[in-house]
T-cell receptor
Framework: AQRVTQPEKLLSVFKGAPVELKCNYSYSGSPELFWYVQYSRQRLQLLLR??SRESIKGFTADLNKGETSFHLKKPFAQEEDSAMYYC????????????FGSGTRLSIRP | DADVTQTPRNRITKTGKRIMLECSQTKGHDRMYWYRQDPGLGLRLIYY???????NKGEISDGYSVSRQAQAKFSLSLESAIPNQTALYFC??????????????FGEGSRLTVL
C-alpha cells in the first residue's frame, strides 16, 4: 500500500537556522512527490514538486529513491516560513489519487 | 477569479442529521476531490471523481456519499452525521497536466462540528 510518513508533528527552529522537514514514502513504482504548504489563514497550496527540480521560496527537495525519501530543506529559515507542511505522493498513473502525510507544523522563532 | 468555493464554511449540527457540503469550481478542471483534515492525521481522501460519470472511494469513504452534478460541482453528504465526523473538510480540483503531474487546487475548507 502507498503511504507517506512525516515523523515530526512539530519542528521549531530559530530564524536563520537551517530547516529540514522529513518525508518518507512507501510505493513500489515510480511516484511523483510534492510538498504542499498551508500558511495561517490561507489555502493549502503547492510549494514544489520533485519533477520540476526547482527552488521555491528558498526551499528545495530531492527525491532519494534508495532511501524512499523526499525531505524539504532550506538553508536559512525566515519567520514567514512558519506554516503547516504536507508531503504528498501520487503514483505515476493518470488514474491515481494523491496521498498526503500527516503534516509537520514548522515554527520559526525570532 | 477562477477559484474553488466551498459552502458552508462552518456548520454545527447534531448527531443523526443529514449534512451536505458543496463545492464548485471555475477552473474548468475535470478532477475533483474531497479530503478531511484531522489534527495529527493530516489530509485523508474521502472520495474523488475524474469526470461526471466517474466516482471513486478514497481511504475513508464509510459514512459519506458524493454527487458530481456537473463538471464544476461536487457535493459531499453525510447521511447520518456522527461526532467522529467532526473535522475540517477540503474540496480540491486538479487538471491532468503534462506527464500526469496535476497540481491540486484547494478550497478554503468547511469546518463541520457534530454534537
Amino acid at each position: 500500500a502507498q503511504r507517506v510518513t512525516q515523523p515530526e508533528k512539530l519542528l521549531s527552529v530559530f530564524k536563520g537556522a537551517p530547516v529540514e522537514l522529513k518525508c518518507n514514502y512507501s510505493y513500489s513504482g515510480s511516484p511523483e512527490l510534492f510538498w504542499y504548504v498551508q500558511y495561517s489563514r490561507q489555502r493549502l497550496q503547492l510549494l514544489l514538486r520533485h519533477i520540476s527540480r526547482e527552488s521555491i521560496k528558498g526551499f528545495t527537495a530531492d527525491l532519494n529513491k534508495g532511501e524512499t525519501s523526499f525531505h524539504l530543506k532550506k538553508p536559512f529559515a525566515q519567520e514567514e516560513d512558519s506554516a503547516m507542511y504536507y508531503c504528498a505522493l501520487r503514483p505515476y498513473s493518470s488514474a491515481s489519487k494523491i496521498i498526503f502525510g500527516s503534516g509537520t507544523r514548522l515554527s520559526i522563532r525570532p | 477569479d477562477a477559484d474553488v468555493t466551498q459552502t458552508p464554511r462552518n456548520r454545527i449540527t447534531k448527531t443523526g442529521k443529514r449534512i451536505m457540503l458543496e463545492c464548485s469550481q471555475t477552473k474548468g478542471h475535470d478532477r475533483m476531490y474531497w479530503y478531511r483534515q484531522d489534527p495529527g492525521l493530516g489530509l485523508r481522501l474521502i472520495y474523488y471523481s475524474f469526470d461526471v460519470k466517474d466516482i471513486n472511494k478514497g481511504e475513508i469513504s464509510d459514512g459519506y456519499s458524493v454527487s458530481r452534478q456537473a463538471q464544476a460541482k461536487f457535493s459531499l453528504s453525510l447521511e447520518s452525521a456522527i461526532p467522529n465526523q467532526t473535522a475540517l473538510y477540503f474540496c480540491a480540483t486538479s487538471d491532468l497536466g503534462q506527464g500526469g503531474a496535476g497540481e491540486l487546487f484547494f478550497g478554503e475548507g468547511s469546518r463541520l462540528t457534530v454534537l
